[in-house]
Structures are given as structure tokens and as C-alpha cells.
């Protein structure tokens, strides 16, 4: 299987630590964690700054410079703040490798976001999201797919810059979105030739305990990557992540394989860590009820390292 490219998540406005580095425009902690997410192998820096609506164009601008100083990845600027995005753009050592994270099928953010990445020549998310709001099937996802593909070929951004997101919902929520996400997936290239793919993965895990989310975050992952996932948004801190995205786990990946393609396969045969792996691609595939309990009486007994052996 391919390798998935890594977006680097904690540089997060909303981080207990980070966050108030950069409202008070302290580069250590930052250029710390930004040296930290290169050295783990992540392949992009995201910036997170939420809606940033006070002095959010500054604020982009000092994260971009004090990034820039310290890591030679591209960006990946985040914010539903317009104007944050541009002045990040302006202050971006190379402008034509960021990403715009994102433009959705809202007419706000086509007309206002669209003709930015135009003049910059950068990257972008396509977020599959609309005045209705969040899609509820494969058909609503390839609406705004298309909408916001179509409204790239007016301004001549080539598709190649697209990278779609069809929005990761947490499955302790709406089991059903998690299906559809996986089921549109594989039907991007129908939607928009030519456009790449990519997820804010963490979010399948939102509400779950945190000693847990790790272990579905993988198994998502290990999902999306059979499916050919072109990038996703990662902890790049989760050295087993970072190692699955890069294809050196083979044993995850073949037991993927066989349960994608509903393949017999004995639980009890398999290692803690490999049971841990198919109890969450079971629940994520909806085959059982997602629960706490389905996989927390395995974590105890689980090898951190045992993909290194």
C-alpha cells in the first residue's frame, strides 16, 4: 500500500501549551514543537488558529515567520478567518507549497477563498460541507465535491491542488458517518479527476477516553489507507501512526486487507496488538457496537513498541 502523507495536528491554537504561546508571541515553544514534528517524520506543519477574530491576520503572520525560521515543511494554514489565511500566505517562505485548510461549498467561502488560492498558486482542502451543513450521505459528498471542483476549474486551478475532505465524524456519535465516509472515499476520482484526498482524522475518536484514541485513530487509518487516502491529519507524536502512514507496519496492512474483503479472520489467533487493530476496524466498519469496553481490556496488555520488532 501506498504511503499517506502526514499533516502534523499540534500546532493548535486550542493547545493548553501552544495556544498561549502564540497569543503571547513566544516562538520557543512553538519552533520546539515544530522541530519535534519534522524530526517524528510528519511530511506538512498544520496551523490551527480557529476562528482567530482578534488580530488574527497578525497572529497567522508571526506563526508563519517563527515556523519558517525552524522547518523547512510546508504549511498547511488553518483558520475560518479569511483574512488570517492571506496574511499567512504573504509570510510563507513559498506560498505555492501551503495549503489552504479549507474552502467548503459555502458561496462565502468559494467566492472569498477561491480566487485566493488563484493568486497564490497553493494548495487547498475541499471540504465537502454546505449551506445545509455537514453531508449525510455519499450523493451530498459528491455534490459539494463537485461544486467546489467546478468552481476551481472557473478561476483554471488545477484540479491536482484539490485535496478533498469528506468530513471524519466521531463514531461514539454517528456510526453511519463513518460508513459513508469510507464508502465515498474510493469514488473521489469519479467526483473530481484528478483531485488528491484527505481527513482531520483525530475526529473519529472525539469523545472516546484518551487512552483509547490512539488505538481507533489507527485502525481508521489503517482503513483509509487501504482505500488509498492520500493524506491525512495526524498526531505526529504517535510513533505506531506515523510508522503505519509510511508502510512499515506489513502486518496491520495485510489484516486490513483481509477484513476489507470480508476474508475469514480468527481473532483469537492474532497478538494483543493485531486483536486491538481488529476490534476497531470492526466497530468502524459497523459491524458491532461501538463501545469503551470493546477495546480497553486488551490496552493493558498491549507492546508500545512491538511494531518496531
Same mark, same amino acid.
Given at each position: 500500500?501506498?504511503?499517506?502523507?502526514?499533516?502534523?495536528?499540534?500546532?493548535?491554537?486550542?493547545?493548553?501549551?501552544?495556544?498561549?504561546?502564540?497569543? !503571547?508571541?513566544?516562538?520557543?515553544?512553538?519552533?520546539?514543537?515544530?522541530?519535534?514534528? !519534522?524530526?517524528?517524520?510528519?511530511?506538512?506543519?498544520?496551523?490551527?488558529?480557529?476562528?482567530?477574530?482578534?488580530?488574527?491576520?497578525?497572529?497567522?503572520?508571526?506563526?508563519?515567520?517563527?515556523?519558517?525560521?525552524?522547518?523547512?515543511?510546508?504549511?498547511?494554514?488553518?483558520?475560518?478567518?479569511?483574512?488570517?489565511?492571506?496574511?499567512?500566505?504573504?509570510?510563507?517562505? +513559498?506560498?505555492?507549497?501551503?495549503?489552504?485548510?479549507?474552502?467548503?461549498?459555502?458561496?462565502?467561502?468559494?467566492?472569498?477563498?477561491?480566487?485566493?488560492?488563484?493568486?497564490?498558486?497553493?494548495?487547498?482542502?475541499?471540504?465537502?460541507?454546505?449551506?445545509?451543513?455537514?453531508?449525510?450521505?455519499?450523493?451530498?459528498?459528491?455534490?459539494?465535491?463537485?461544486?467546489?471542483?467546478?468552481?476551481?476549474?472557473?478561476?483554471?486551478?488545477?484540479?491536482?491542488?484539490?485535496?478533498?475532505?469528506?468530513?471524519?465524524?466521531?463514531?461514539?456519535?454517528?456510526?453511519?458517518?463513518?460508513?459513508?465516509?469510507?464508502?465515498?472515499? *474510493?469514488?473521489?476520482?469519479?467526483?473530481? *479527476?484528478?483531485?488528491?484526498?484527505?481527513?482531520?482524522?483525530?475526529?473519529?475518536?472525539?469523545?472516546? *477516553?484518551?487512552?483509547?484514541?490512539?488505538?481507533?485513530?489507527?485502525?481508521?487509518?489503517?482503513?483509509?489507507?487501504?482505500?488509498?487516502?492520500?493524506?491525512?491529519?495526524?498526531?505526529?507524536?504517535?510513533?505506531?501512526?506515523?510508522?503505519?502512514?509510511?508502510?512499515?507496519? *506489513?502486518?496491520?496492512?495485510?489484516?486490513?486487507?483481509?477484513?476489507?474483503? +470480508?476474508? +475469514?479472520?480468527? !481473532?483469537?489467533?492474532?497478538?494483543?496488538?493485531?486483536?486491538?487493530?481488529?476490534?476497531?476496524?470492526?466497530?468502524?466498519?459497523?459491524?458491532?457496537?461501538?463501545?469503551?469496553?470493546?477495546?480497553?481490556?486488551?490496552?493493558?496488555?498491549?507492546?508500545?513498541?512491538?511494531?518496531?520488532?
Amino acid at each position: 500500500m501506498a504511503k499517506v502523507l502526514t499533516i502534523a495536528e499540534s500546532i493548535n491554537i486550542m493547545s493548553k501549551t501552544i495556544g498561549p504561546a502564540i497569543k !503571547e508571541r513566544d516562538p520557543k515553544p512553538v519552533q520546539k514543537m515544530a522541530r519535534e514534528q !519534522e524530526e517524528l517524520g510528519a511530511d506538512y506543519q498544520d496551523l490551527n488558529l480557529g476562528p482567530a477574530r482578534k488580530a488574527g491576520d497578525e497572529m497567522m503572520a508571526w506563526l508563519v515567520k517563527t515556523i519558517n525560521e525552524v522547518s523547512k515543511l510546508p504549511l498547511a494554514l488553518d483558520s475560518t478567518n479569511h483574512v488570517a489565511i492571506e496574511a499567512g500566505l504573504k509570510a510563507a517562505r +513559498d506560498p505555492e507549497s501551503c495549503i489552504v485548510n479549507s474552502i467548503s461549498a459555502q458561496p462565502e467561502s468559494l467566492n472569498t477563498r477561491m480566487p485566493m488560492v488563484k493568486k497564490y498558486g497553493c494548495e487547498f482542502v475541499a471540504l465537502t460541507l454546505s449551506e445545509e451543513g455537514i453531508p449525510r450521505d455519499v450523493n451530498e459528498r459528491g455534490m459539494c465535491a463537485a461544486e467546489i471542483y467546478n468552481k476551481a476549474l472557473e478561476f483554471d486551478v488545477p484540479a491536482e491542488k484539490m485535496w478533498i475532505d469528506p468530513i471524519v465524524l466521531p463514531v461514539s456519535v454517528d456510526p453511519g458517518q463513518v460508513a459513508s465516509f469510507l464508502e465515498f472515499l *474510493p469514488l473521489i476520482p469519479d467526483f473530481a *479527476p484528478g483531485a488528491k484526498s484527505t481527513c482531520g482524522l483525530s475526529n473519529i475518536s472525539n469523545g472516546s *477516553p484518551n487512552e483509547l484514541r490512539h488505538y481507533l485513530n489507527r485502525g481508521y487509518q489503517a482503513m483509509h489507507k487501504y482505500l488509498g487516502i492520500y493524506s491525512s491529519i495526524v498526531d505526529a507524536y504517535d510513533a505506531e501512526m506515523i510508522a503505519l502512514c509510511n508502510g512499515k507496519i *506489513p502486518a496491520v496492512d495485510e489484516l486490513t486487507k483481509k477484513m476489507m474483503e +470480508d476474508q +475469514d479472520v480468527d !481473532e483469537s489467533s492474532l497478538s494483543t496488538e493485531l486483536k486491538v487493530y481488529y476490534r476497531s476496524i470492526k466497530c468502524l466498519k459497523g459491524e458491532v457496537l461501538y463501545s469503551h469496553s470493546w477495546i480497553d481490556d486488551l490496552v493493558g496488555d498491549y507492546d508500545k513498541s512491538w511494531y518496531k520488532k
